[in-house]
């Protein structure tokens, strides 16, 4: 199930209806253009300005003649204007209005996208700085490490988006990019200073060289940085979905009342959003693929990329909006459960200390490869029998020759791995 919400926003920016109008713009434009260089009569904008218009049932329908979405589009607004439409396209080939369009509809797209991944910034930075003491199990390889942070999670995935939306303002800027070159990017039948009032009047800069068409390393960079957000908000939907699962349970996707988890088992509580996350992922990671795909084409251009476009770009922006938006949910209503992080932190049996206490003996002159095997072998003895492993070391007389029974309880002191927690919050400006 996926919420109508992007509709009003997202998808409007991908409906034809919208696209038409992009386009009308754009000739609407160079026809200012050429009137600016004397080569229309500026009587003839006028005119144009205030009957250019179309209907998309009209152009939908000439299409299924002339079998050509831009020669429909211009017949159909050349029978709202009349004589002056034969100034309308001047110089122009269809690519000069399909692409300068598109750079609009992504530029418009991202402007969204950026809004929604600062929403998300700011619900991680509050949950980080809400979160920044509460002790828990730090994980390499699945297994126990030595203890975190539950903010110190939530501060790494506020510092990674905020890479991210840098990327994407990047990508904005690369993509940011109009061309009214003709047919084949020469300027032969369209004079430069035609595109130089387009992109001004649409705030997009000039492709400084391009063939029939913007070169498509551009988008392809775009759709890349798009599977590289998604795939941030993959890492983060993962680990959620572990740190949910029954034998960890340390935070839970929010449950509303009424809501089920399961057909068949009442009791089940399972995390959708993030799941769902995930999935979608893979499909912008996919797209990203086909936009690698579209950029080499034949000569001066083919047509193979753009029907892949009519997909991918609606596409990969439409799902990372809900992709964003989830999150967001996601990470705001989050559940958290300090005391299990507490039982789960004291089933490795105090183990979490084996590197402060090999450390220790190392200060007091052990070599590390024997401080290693002292440590080692009450670690190996207390997961074989369970027995704390704290005890164990107080009882081992090879480090008690080092170490005595107030300095081995002292090692054993959460707030050791927490002391620098502050440092690292003041560095990311969590403050």
């Not at 006028?46 to 429909?72: C, Y």
């Not at 595109?195 to 960079?221: F, G």
């Not at 992922?281 to 047509?303: C, K, P």
């Amino acid at each position: 199930m996926i919420d109508r919400y992007t509709l009003p926003e997202m998808g409007k920016i991908w409906t034809d209806e919208h696209r038409l109008s992009l386009w009308l713009k754009i000739e609407i434009a160079a026809c200012e253009g050429w009137a600016k260089l004397g080569k229309i009569p500026g009587e003839a904008v006028e005119v144009i300005r205030e009957k250019a218009s179309f209907t998309w049932e009209r152009v939908q329908a000439l299409e299924e003649v002339t079998q050509h979405d831009v020669l429909a589009f211009l017949t159909n607004v050349a029978e709202n204007v009349g004589d002056e439409a034969k100034y309308i396209h001047l110089g122009l080939t269809s690519s000069d209005v399909l692409d300068t369009a598109l750079s609009l509809q992504m530029v418009e797209a991202t402007d969204l996208l950026l809004a929604k991944m600062e929403s998300l910034e700011e619900v991680l930075r509050r949950r980080a700085l809400e979160q920044r003491d509460t002790l828990m199990m730090g994980r390499t390889h699945g297994i126990h490490a030595e203890p975190i942070t539950l903010g110190l999670k939530f501060a790494l995935w506020y510092d990674e988006i905020g890479r991210q939306k840098r990327r994407l303002v990047w990508a904005k800027e690369e993509i940011r990019v109009g061309k009214i070159s003709g047919a084949v990017g020469t300027f032969a039948n369209v004079d430069p200073q035609v595109e130089a009032h387009v992109c001004q009047v649409l705030n997009l800069k000039p492709a400084l060289i391009s063939t029939q068409i913007l070169q498509r390393d551009r988008h392809a960079y775009y759709v890349t940085t798009l599977a590289g957000i998604a795939s941030s908000l993959d890492k983060m939907a993962t680990e959620i979905r572990n740190l949910q699962r029954t034998d960890v349970h340390e935070v839970e996707e929010a449950f509303s009342k009424g809501q089920k988890g399961s057909s068949a088992m009442p009791h089940k509580k399972n995390p959708i959003t993030p799941e769902r996350i995930c999935g979608m992922a893979r499909v912008v990671r996919a797209n990203a693929q086909v936009a690698l795909e579209n950029v080499a084409l034949w000569h001066e251009r083919d047509i193979s990329h753009s029907s892949a476009e009519r997909m991918i770009l609606p596409d990969s922006t439409l799902a990372l909006d809900y992709m964003l938006h989830k999150m967001t949910q996601l990470i705001d209503r989050l559940q958290v459960f300090p005391e299990q992080m507490q039982i789960n932190i004291d089933k490795g049996l105090g183990l979490i200390f084996s590197q402060r206490v090999m450390l220790a003996l190392v200060a007091k002159g052990v070599s590390r490869e024997n401080a290693y095997a002292l440590v080692q072998r009450n670690a190996l003895e207390a997961w074989n029998t369970k027995e704390q492993f704290q005890s164990l070391i107080r009882k081992d007389s090879g480090i008690r020759e080092y170490l005595s029974a107030e300095e081995i309880s002292s090692l054993f002191d959460y707030a050791y791995h927490t002391k620098h927690v502050k440092d690292i919050f003041e560095r990311l400006g969590l403050v």
